[in-house]
């Protein structure tokens, strides 16, 4: 995990009220880059500083359609999250030691279909479909 997540998790946890349910909106969406993310911003930069360098227009137009890719795709995924319900319910019972599944339900009231995956914290991956106007409950592990 990189250093400053835990910082930002802990600043993130203390900025937000504990609700039953959680409608995404723009001040509840954080998007934050991967490593192919930096990746891909690491080398639109030195592409754009060859094309400054060399003076090479071809360049600077690729330069800029990575950071359009970019910027699209910052756009799309924050149109998939926003206006989604967020709840977690609880599970059954477990003994010490075993794993703990809860369900979180997700409420769809936009007339689009949409899909998503979450990760938890240890690194389990779920995805799930929501139909348009439709709600899903996608069952997570806790260790």
Not at 12 to 27: A, G, I, N
Not at 95 to 108: M, S
């Amino acid at each position: 995990m990189w250093p400053f997540r835990e910082r930002l998790r802990r600043w993130w946890w203390s900025r937000l009220p504990l609700e039953d349910v959680c409608e995404l909106s723009q001040r509840r969406i954080y998007l934050l880059p991967t490593r192919f993310g930096l990746l891909l911003i690491a080398a639109a930069l030195a592409v754009w500083l060859g094309a400054l360098n060399y003076q090479v227009s071809l360049a600077y137009a690729l330069a800029f359609w990575i950071a359009g890719l970019l910027l699209v795709a910052v756009l799309m995924a924050y149109r998939q999250l926003a206006g989604l319900r967020v709840s977690a319910e609880g599970g059954a019972a477990v003994f010490a030691g075993e794993d703990a599944r809860f369900f979180l339900r997700l409420e769809n009231p936009s007339p689009a279909g949409r899909r998503v995956r979450v990760s938890t914290a240890g690194g389990e991956r779920v995805e799930g479909a929501l139909e348009a106007v439709g709600e899903a409950r996608l069952a997570l592990a806790w260790h």
